[in-house]
């Protein structure tokens, strides 16, 4: 398996985006779009908006030997991340600002 750094892409996750799993591949983006297509790559939506695609699937197709890299990388963008992080924290980041409403009533209606 190609090293891929912690800054690229998020290991404990169990959904990879589609520019995660051309990176784990080694194939353009297009390329797992017509994957999906013809489905021999199972696509998930998210939040009925975030295509994903199950990492376990992707490792398995990896290890069969049936994809031939193309040697394609696409960086991660801030832009990208800043989505999947508010995607998959959006229950605690609310849960904070219920929290801080909360304190906020409390300590200043005194």
Same mark, same amino acid.
């Given at each position: ?36 297509? &013809? $489905? ?7 939040? *009925?908006? %975030?295509?994903?695609?199950?990492? =376990?699937?992707?490792?398995? /197709? ?17 832009? &990208? $991340? ?7 924290? *959006?229950? %605690?980041?609310?849960?904070?600002? =219920?929290?801080?409403?909360? /304190? ?7």
């Amino acid at each position: 398996m190609d090293h891929i750094s912690d800054g690229e892409m998020t290991h404990n996750s169990t959904y990879v985006t589609v520019r995660e799993a051309s990176q784990m591949l080694g194939i353009s983006e297009g390329k797992i779009m017509s994957m999906v297509d &013809e $489905r021999k790559l199972m696509a998930y939506r998210i939040a *009925d908006q %975030y295509l994903r695609l199950k990492r =376990v699937d992707v490792e398995q /197709l990896k290890s069969s030997g049936n994809v031939i890299s193309e040697n394609v990388k696409f960086p991660y963008t801030p832009q &990208e $991340r800043l989505k999947d992080f508010f995607l998959y924290n *959006d229950f %605690y980041i609310a849960s904070a600002v =219920v929290i801080a409403v909360l /304190l906020a009533i409390v300590f200043l209606s005194r």
